[in-house]
């Protein structure tokens, strides 16, 4: 009997088998379908106010006429990524203002003297610190506008001196 099982058994392997090889490839390596790509990375962008640093002067600012709204001014700034337009524009971009917040908003950059911050705006919507906004370039490859325009914290007193701050402007292609 146990002769007879083994020749039922070898018969059942060799039939199994037989059958494994002569039907389409299931749970195997297929023959009909490739797969294939081509890695790349983003373009190198540089931030800059036409290959220099980027410099914004309020010059006299009177305390009284310090509201959010005078003094506003644009922040001269280019981005060039070379090879952007050749990648069809298959990156998206966004722009991140990075610096320390104020004390009293940290939406706002911080200044020298305590109790003064400046407000960014992108576009006409403000842009908080330390927050990434998805930005596009124009056709003629010039990013939205930015601007700038000195805060006073409610019922600070700000002593006569001169002020400055300063952030790093972050652009991602991703």
């Known amino acids: 009997m146990s002769r007879l099982w083994r020749g039922k058994t070898g ?45 914004v002067s309020f010059g006299n600012v009177l ?3 310090i509201d959010g709204e005078h003094y506003r001014q644009p ?18 971009m966004r722009l991140t ?4 917040a104020a004390d009293f908003n940290p939406a706002l950059l911080r200044t020298s003297v305590s109790g003064l911050a400046i407000k960014l705006f992108l576009g006409e919507r403000e842009l908080e610190l330390n927050q990434p906004r998805q930005i596009s370039l124009d056709s003629l490859q010039k990013p939205p506008a930015f601007e700038a325009v000195p ?21 991602e292609l991703y």
Do not use: E, H
């Not at 922040?75 to 998206?92: E, F």
């Open 63 to 65: 305390l009284r006429k």
């Open 11 to 55: 018969c059942l392997v060799l039939l199994c088998c037989l059958l494994w090889l002569g039907l389409p490839s299931v749970g195997r390596a297929a023959g009909n379908m490739d797969f294939a790509g081509v890695l790349i990375a983003p373009p190198q962008c540089t931030v800059s106010d036409k290959d220099a640093p980027i410099r």
């Open 97 to 100: 203002f990075k610096g320390s």
């Open 151 to 171: 805060v006073k914290k409610v019922g600070a007193q700000l002593a006569l001196s001169q002020f400055n701050a300063s952030g790093l402007l972050l652009v």
């Open 75 to 92: 922040i001269p700034y280019q981005i060039k990524c070379p090879g952007l337009v050749a990648q069809n524009s298959i990156w998206k």
